[in-house]
């Protein structure tokens, strides 16, 4: 019975459109309802109701704007506004809203410090890497961007699929966090913090995925019990606190550079609606012992994730693997 139950929850968990669901033509993205929203005839609050989705439901874009979408919902289409849809899926080539493509990364050559508004920053120390946006070395940092000092790094571009060889680096990204992150929940909460994600790290650094092969982030660090040596720490709950706190932001990093690859993603969801502050709204990735990431490399070489801690610099990298 209980093996028969987690079979289901694991359907629950999986896209319809995995499990065969028609995707309607021109659809870019699949998307979660958050709350009960009307769909109305004409992009505007006054415009007449149609259909309404339910919370929780799954509806289709069609067309994709910063106040207003066009959607369809079993069977009806309409206007919904944006701010009521999240955990978007892809479903066609289209970029995710929010997602901003990196160039390569910066490879740290002199001691810099960076910072944006609202975060205090990071010290960087020579030999760092640090995924960049373009070779001026603008880095995405929480939900906004701060650029490397000039001079202090230099600039190391990605590789294309097709042209790279073994060894080769394909794609990366990098999340941030200091010795304040946590901190308002106490300072041994916040040591817990970085504790768990040096962990997580040591866990998922160095795997191999063999072409055709899924990678699981939970068959390497769940369950995320103390018993599996993790230990409390601040996180996105209804206490704000819980064993394996930061956790999270590893399964967020590498699922922000997976986005740079032509790999499937097979499992996947958001932390909340609100999303979390080192990652932009609907780009982060939420992990736990009944809810895992997990995608399929469908390249045809095996690919190596490196995953580096580096004093907050976390940064997930996609390399072409060695001896293929």
Partial sequence: MRRMLCLLLALLLVPCAALGEEVPEGALYRAKVYR????????????????????????????????????????????????????????????????????????ITKETHVETAGYTGNDLQPGYLVSVMNEAGDVPMMRGSARLEEGSFVFLPFVRAEEAGPGDLLYAFTTWYNERTGINKGADLARGRRKNIALGVERVNGAVIAPGEQFSFNALCAPYTARNGYVKAPNISVEGVGVSGGVCQISTTIYEAMLGLDVRLDEWGVHRYLGVQYAPVNLDCAVATWKDFAFTNTYDFPLTLQVVTQDGALTALFFRAEGD
Avoid at 55 to 70: F, K, M, N, S, T
Wanted: net charge negative; with cysteine.
């Fill in 36 to 107: 009960n929203t009307g769909m109305r005839e004409e992009p505007a609050k006054d415009g007449k109701y149609g259909a309404v989705a339910q919370q929780g439901d799954w509806a289709y874009i069609l067309e994709y704007g910063p106040d207003w979408c066009y959607c369809s919902y079993n069977g009806s289409e309409g206007w919904m506004m944006t701010e009521r849809l999240y955990e978007l899926w892809k479903v066609s080539d289209a970029p995710l809203p929010g997602w901003t493509p990196m160039a390569g990364v910066a490879c």
